[in-house]
């Protein structure tokens, strides 16, 4: 376990050489401000279809919790969520997370125990299995896409323009999707399956991006056709 700038610990991966979250932008904060906080200012909806990728240490998942208690208690969440790391999940009924997630105790061993969690507001699945393969099954189906694969140069398969293909396919029109990438090549393989690109900024955090198949006025908009005018040798990732 790493102790991350807000006090949060998260952890390092020793097969893709990467820790699960920033450990500057600390793991809590980086699941509120990258993603939760802004899926939620976007999506209004009282019952909310999340597709997780990947449920890792359960950040987003728990942050998602955590910010609808508190901000939207009548809230049906529904949330999905691949991870292929069978053994991480189980042993995590034994990780260190931060006091805010005490009220999800119950929540968290019913997860690493079971993998699906249900009660009267919400509904969670862990599937663990490839992302990739998961994905397929859905269509015209999440308002939010939490993006949190490892990075695209440890973990590609989940950056492809023909993933982000499929993810467009289980997303419906009014829906958003946050990630912490802001590579060029990333928003390009979004770019190319017909998402507008926007700037997630903020204090105390690195820019992030919210992606979004019809356009939104809360976030800055990313003028993609000068960037591409710009970069012209530029490629997104290919499967
Ligand atoms: C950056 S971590 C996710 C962090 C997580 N969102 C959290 O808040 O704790 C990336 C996760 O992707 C998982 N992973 C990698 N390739 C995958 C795949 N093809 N399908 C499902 N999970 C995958 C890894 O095992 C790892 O747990």
């Known amino acids: 376990m790493t102790l991350s700038e807000d006090g ?9 050489e990467e820790h699960y979250h920033s450990t500057r932008d600390g793991a809590l904060h980086e699941s509120l401000v990258k993603h939760v906080i802004p ?9 909310v ?48 997370y931060p006091p805010e997630f005490d009220e999800f105790r119950d929540v968290i061993l019913t997860l690493s125990r079971e993998g699906v969690c249900k009660d009267k507001n919400i509904s969670i699945e862990v599937f663990l299995g490839d992302a990739r393969e998961y994905i397929k099954k859905f269509e015209n189906k999440f308002d939010i896409v939490y993006q949190d694969a490892f990075s695209p140069s440890t973990n590609p398969m989940l950056w492809t323009q023909e993933y982000f ?8 029109q009014n829906s ?39 356009e939104l006025s809360e976030f800055y908009k990313v003028d993609m056709e000068h960037k591409i005018s710009c970069n012209k040798d530029a490629q997104p990732l290919r499967d």
């Open 8 to 16: 949060s610990y998260t952890a390092y991966s020793k097969e893709y």
């Open 49 to 96: 279809n999340i597709l997780d990728i990947c449920y890792g240490l359960g950040f987003n998942t728990l942050a998602t919790l955590l910010h609808c208690k508190r901000n939207f208690p009548n809230k049906k969440l529904n949330i999905y969520s691949p991870e292929l790391d069978t053994l991480l999940v189980k042993s995590l009924e034994n990780f260190t």
């Open 165 to 172: 293909a499929d993810i467009k396919k289980s997303m419906k």
């Open 176 to 214: 958003i999707l946050t990630t912490y990438s802001i590579a060029f090549a990333t928003r390009l393989a979004l770019y190319k399956n017909g998402f507008f690109l926007y700037i997630n900024r903020g204090d105390g955090f690195r820019d992030a991006t919210v992606a979004s198949l019809h």
């Open 39 to 47: 899926a939620f200012n976007v999506i209004k909806e009282d019952e």
